[in-house]
């Protein structure tokens, strides 16, 4: 049964930091890529970041360049999101999931979200 817990949001000022994590189990943790994703309330869902495990390629959304830090603990099957510099458009329900490939494409496994909170 494969699952993923994202645990870690809560409420920050603008210009804090926070650091997610994506508890996994039920799968090859190191043979699928993670994903973090975000939905703001009345918009869409966006791409956040992604590890890859095809090419150990590392993405991310240019919202997110240069301030946001994905990495994976393949001895604990969790993946981090490490947030710096935090900004109230930064706030949104955070999800990660897991690709059905080592890719960074369909993913098919997610977890239950985690709300960040950024106040200016």
């Known amino acids: 049964d494969v699952q993923l817990q994202a645990s870690g949001g809560g409420l920050v000022q603008a210009g804090g930091s926070l650091t997610l994590s994506c508890a996994t189990s039920?799968?090859?943790?190191?043979?699928?890529?993670i994903g973090w994703f975000r939905q703001a309330p009345g918009k869409e869902r966006e791409d956040v970041a992604c590890?890859?495990?095809?090419?150990?390629?590392?993405y991310y959304a240019d919202s997110a360049k240069g301030r946001f830090t994905i990495s994976s603990d393949n001895a604990k099957n969790t993946v981090y999101l490490r947030m710096n510099s935090l900004q109230s458009w930064d706030t949104a329900v955070y999800f990660c999931?897991?690709?059905?490939?080592?890719?960074?494409?369909?993913?098919?496994?997610w977890g239950q979200g985690t709300q960040v909170t950024v106040s200016s």
């Open positions: 999931a897991a690709s059905g490939s080592r890719y960074c494409d369909s993913f098919e496994s």
């Open positions: 590890i890859s495990r095809g090419n150990n390629a590392i």
């Open positions: 039920g799968f090859t943790f190191d043979e699928h890529a």
